[in-house]
């Protein structure tokens, strides 16, 4: 979310936009070399590689680590990370998902952090991301070919070697819908977008086009450095002009014109910024003292800051009597510069400026380039080879290099053994030890210059075979060529290595209780390179009632048109496979076979991913499918299920507990009657339909609708920005669940409706619902709390909403009715109820009834409406919740101390309730009557300031609609209070007009 200057350039500081935590008030000073922006804090990189922060301290930003000394800086929404001299990585701030939660080791080049993810660049071209996967936003590509990368809200962008772009994790809106093509040079990630600049200096920018993020791209192509946040981008051209567009409600798009930045950074709100007063230019390396090889890549570095244009890059073999032309570049701080084929000990590098020739810098000291280099072929990279058998060595040589050492070390070892010394030939048959085995790098280095030497591009495996343990090789140099051949030799416990190759073959374990794998069952290099492949059968059946003891793993297996593994009456263990099948299901199930399918990719299947599998399904991926899981009975455990054609989870009825169901075609579960517990489901048309077992703790957003005709305990859910309902047509308990920023709540649901937070709702967040609807807090909603339902309405908190309560069939009882645009609408029953604060009380012929009152209920804090929007819109402003127990002398419960605190006040609104309403599980002391609003009748309602009374009467069954005095009967004391009250002040509220309230 912000823009790294990760050079060593001296420039101040400058900031504008939002200020309301001083991220804006900057430091004094002209020694910063980097800085980036959170949200609501800004961070700067100074050159004696410490870290200063300000702004908002909050998850503790404002307090850098001071284990240095840093060379580069990243930031998320509320997170930092850096990059330390040695390459490792350290991180603060917000971790809830993980995100600070650094890898270790060091070699790290590039960093950036989304909302709850961050991502990091290895020297080496890796990708390591961390924090929250929800969206897959973690899930980077297994090459090891990039060389930039950056982190949006739920999505990631990377740029190959080769200038193309990657992106994964969350594409609503086309985030991750890359251009196609190469050239490019930088990457940015917003929120819903994406932004590229091109090595021609130009800018794209595709995803989500809110406040103009994509039809606002500017034109040109001076463009030398970009930064996204959530909805807004940044760009920097090269004469130090600073562009923005995107939301600019607090001027954060309105960088100032008059200052020659050298960087630029922004945290959505705000932005800052590195300024310089001159041009110049600086070189890096080499500087003096290095001995570099001919025919060897070495980089380049150096800094020109306000480049107007492009740089010269030039060498000297005398010292700098006189120039050699290398290339001219764009002023983006590094070359990579093939050496020539000199020997000289007198070479120095100059780079300046193309349109301004005396702006330039050159070598502080001579350096060395020697001829002489050399080019490992084979073994290459991810190759196996057997112990005990001869295998060939092979390089080029470059130049002239008379005699060679080779040498093999296994990964993770300090020390190289030797192999051999002998004169260069360019090869060498190695006869493979017996040990070490595992990864391994093999090295062939100059004997006289040991500098001179080269590793390959990546390791290779050396293979050490148990006794029990059969070998095939598509190639001929294992015990076997054919996958079927050695499971037919193998006894039982016996490992059958199947070497990287393709293998056009139907397999059957016929019950043998041994392990297929391939030779590193966890290493997706090596899962993708070992294929087994059939066009009309399955690739493998277990059809002998095979145990668990008869194990897949570690393999591609693709079928065409039947299932990929068929599981006949069996329960045989797949893991860690990767498994296709383009016309039929990738993993089938019958006669009730339970596999453990465990750690799997299964994709691509035109049916099923896994279908009628009773077994437990667990930590696979699960994607892009006819159907994810279909009919699998047994426990689905963290999985991600996502980009099914149909359903994500169909007709499961075991646990489905801690996965995530993400963009599914049609829902992402559907008539599923077990236990739902857990799950992120998001971005669906319905999350959950027909589904009629518990469901319970799942996090459920971004899906057009929520729950839809399900019969089931819905119970401690999270509902956030669904387009339309959260729960439609719904029958059974809905319990304790939060909701926020929906389009609509629940509509036609049954039954007990109790303990929600429903905020920010478009529509209606209760609406023609039956049952009872009791200690509820629905807050912030454009339409009515609750609209149109036959229910009893009783002890909730209503606050802030267009209508509190529009025409209810039933008793609306004991709630606190606060802030509403129209607290009760249309014919609706109201008793013993508390008003305060709204725009109307009542509209629409509804009028107040007995035990009415307008107070204010004393809450232990206000809501109130935060202006986020236009500021001269108060439409567009935010309700935000306030706490709302009720003060008390008494005793007042506080749900982050787990404690009773007591306070100097105490709200008219306990005790208040009807007095022939239970008072359930309040605590004592307690007057003997509820108290009003969503805490009434329970266990955390604000203690009474007396002792305990006596218990009420039993409640009627029917009370009348004439029972003022809560006596269950009407009589002339009703009538007489009735009279009071109707002559004082018609059908309002008493207090309204003076008189006293009749109980």
Known sequence: LSLVCPWASAARLVAWGMNNHGQCDVPDGNDFAAVVATVYSSIALQRDGSVVAWGSAEYGLTTPPDDGPFTMLAAGTNHALAVRADGSLAAWGDSSAGQCD????????????????????????????????????????????????????????????????AAWGRNDSGQCDVPTGAGFVQVAAGNAHSLALHGDGTLRAWGRDLYGLISGLPGGDDYLRIGAAAQLNVALTRSGLPVAWGQNNYGQADPPPDASLIAVATGGYHGVGLAVEAQTVRLFEPNGGERLYAGRTTPILWEAPLALGRVLLEFSTDDGQSWQAIATAEPVGRFDWRVPAVNSDRCRIRVGLVDLPDIHDQSDAVFTIATGGLELLTPAAGQVWVAGRTYPVTWNTIGTVTEIVLEYRPVGQADWIPIETLVNTGGYDWRVPVSPAGPARLRVRDAAWPEVFDVGDGPFMLLAPQADTLIVDAAGAGDFERVQEAIDAAADGATVLVLPGAYAESLRFNNRAITVRSIAPTD??????TILVSENEPCVVFDFRETPASVLMGLTVESGAAAAIRCYQADPTLAHNIIRCAAGSGIVGVAGAAPAITDNVIEACGQAGVVGCAGLIRDNVVQDNGVGLWACDGTLRQNVIRRAETYGVYDCDGTVEQNAILDNGQGGLSQCDGSITGNLIAGNPVALEACDGHIHANTIRDNEQGLVDCRATIEGNVFTAQAGVILSGCVGPILDNLAEDNAAGLVLCDGMIQGNVVRRTAGAAIEQCRGWIVNNILSGGADAAIADCNAVVAFNTLVGNGTAVRGALGPVTGNILAWNDVAVSGAVESRYNAFWANRRHFDAGAFAGPGDMAADPLFAADGYWLDTGTPEDPSDDVWQDGNYHLRSEAGRWDANAQDWLFDDVTSPCIDAADPAEPIGSEPSPNGGRANMGAYGATAWASKSTGQAGPQPAPRCVDRPSMDFTGDCRVDLADFALFAEQWLACGFDLPEACGASSTR
């Open 102 to 165: 650094v890898p270790a080791g060091g070699d790290f080049i590039a960093i950036d952090g989304g909302y709850y993810h961050s991502v990091a660049l290895r020297a080496d071209g890796a990708v390591r991301c961390w924090g929250s996967n929800a969206y897959g936003q973690c899930e980077s590509p297994d090459a090891n070919d990039f060389v930039a990368v950056a982190a949006g809200a739920f999505h990631t962008l990377a740029i190959r070697r080769d200038g193309t772009l």
């Open 524 to 529: 997706p290099n090596y899962i993708v390179a």
